[in-house]
């Protein structure tokens, strides 16, 4: 798969529906500035790299991955605004807030998270197919997902933890887009039953893993690598793998769920191409940034 031509695609089908609907150039710039600024695209990728694994065509996944960017887009935005993470860097640029202002800031990404669904309705799919995204996309980032984890974490600022209530946080605030890029490429491909169940499960220790390792790399790396500011996590007092578990043990919590994920592919080669997902595995355990 040609990821960067295929990502590529994904930001162009984002910038051309934000430009058809705009009436107002500085929302449209404050947008387009946080789409632009680059970062891993984790999520539509994994949606690609899905549909891939599934044996269909990735081409009918470029409107969904775009939407669903644009939801992940937005998160950020307002994740770094002064009143929440109050964060100045972002991808390795300046944060929206800090180029364009909180108010337009918070308009942008209000204006993303909109048009994500405007733009969803236009996808190659069946109608059923595309209530079914808007259905799972509009569940996993409201109330019942990453909303939702956003204000745990946000209440769980000054507070100690348990595990379980940390694993909580982030099944809902990470975990749950990384889950629906999972999901959204089974809907697209119209994956049987068994298939949708271990891929589900799949992406929910996928998106833990995704989130210890960055808090391992808030400690290890450098902002530099990361593009955004290391430390953040001890200086907000955010409860973290690292500040529960220790370096060594967070590390560990890594190393196991791993070795899960590869069990639950394993359960799946003969009726996926499981190497795919066993690269991208791999990619986020030894990640760097």
């Known amino acids: 798969m040609e990821s960067n031509n295929l990502l590529n695609s994904v930001v162009n089908e984002i910038i051309d529906q934000l430009k058809l609907n705009t009436i107002n150039e500085s929302l449209l710039d404050s947008s387009i500035y946080s789409i632009n600024a680059g970062g891993k695209r984790f999520r539509p990728l994994l949606l690609l790299q899905t549909l891939e694994t599934l044996g269909t065509d990735i ?6 991955a775009a939407s669903l960017e644009m939801i992940h887009t937005y998160s950020l935005i307002h994740d770094d605004l002064p009143a929440m993470d109050d964060d100045q860097l972002r991808r390795g640029k300046p944060t929206n807030h800090v180029v364009f202002g909180e108010a337009t800031a918070i308009l942008a990404g209000d204006n993303l998270l909109t048009e994500s669904f405007n733009l969803l309705t236009k996808a190659n799919l069946t109608a059923t197919q595309i209530v079914e995204l808007v259905q799972l996309y509009s569940k996993n980032a409201g109330q019942l997902g990453m909303i939702s984890g956003q204000m745990l974490d946000i209440e769980a600022t000054n ?4 595990i379980e209530e940390l694993e909580e946080i982030h099944r809902n605030k990470t975990g749950e887009l990384i889950v629906a890029a999972i999901e959204a490429a089974t809907i697209i491909a119209n994956s049987e039953a068994h298939i949708k169940k271990l891929l589900k499960i799949f992406g929910e220790k996928l998106g ?10 808030d400690v290890i790396g450098t902002t530099e690598a990361l593009g955004k500011t290391v430390g953040s996590d001890e200086k907000n007092k955010k409860n973290t793998y690292v ?4 370096l060594d043990g967070a590390k560990e919590v890594k190393n196991n769920l791993r070795s899960e994920m590869f ?3 394993n359960e799946l080669e003969n009726d996926i191409n499981i190497s ?3 690269e991208l595995v791999e990619s986020i355990v030894n990640r760097e940034k």
């Open 59 to 64: 081409n009918l996944g470029i409107i969904p």
């Open 159 to 162: 507070k100690d933890l348990t």
């Open 208 to 217: 833990l893993l995704f989130q210890i390792t960055d808090d391992i790399l």
């Open 243 to 246: 500040s529960l578990l220790g």
């Open 263 to 265: 069990d639950i592919l």
């Open 276 to 278: 795919i997902l066993e």
